[in-house]
């Protein structure tokens, strides 16, 4: 697999840490690849594609989306650094209220 798959407490959310090969001329990385995310278990169908820029100190908000319209969402950081956090906000859930965090950063 060209990444590692890491569990956090809430099973629903994954930290994907991609392989990185560097040589002299920088580095290359597989971001995302169907097959392999479907090797790992990992069966989700990413329809959408987005990119924002965020000056320092900004709060992107929480988003949330009811069934059948729910998103998996595939984050990643590619200047600077950010602190990315899910909250499990289902009232049902044996997770309700947890929630997980992880920097991320150009490097990571």
């Not at 560097?22 to 990413?46: C, M």
């Not at 900004?58 to 200047?79: A, D, S």
């Amino acid at each position: 697999m060209p990444f590692e798959i890491i569990d956090t407490e809430i099973p629903e959310v994954k930290i994907i840490k991609p392989k990185v090969f560097k040589d002299a001329r920088g580095f290359f990385l597989e971001f995302y690849k169907k097959s392999d995310f479907e090797k790992a278990g990992l069966n989700v169908e990413f329809v959408q594609d987005n990119h924002s820029k965020s000056v320092k100190g900004v709060l992107r908000g929480l988003h949330f989306q009811e069934k059948p319209y729910e998103q998996g969402k595939l984050v990643r950081c590619i200047k600077g650094k950010i602190f990315d956090v899910a909250v499990d906000i289902r009232p049902d859930s044996p997770y309700f209220k947890k929630w997980v965090a992880v920097e991320l950063s150009e490097e990571n």
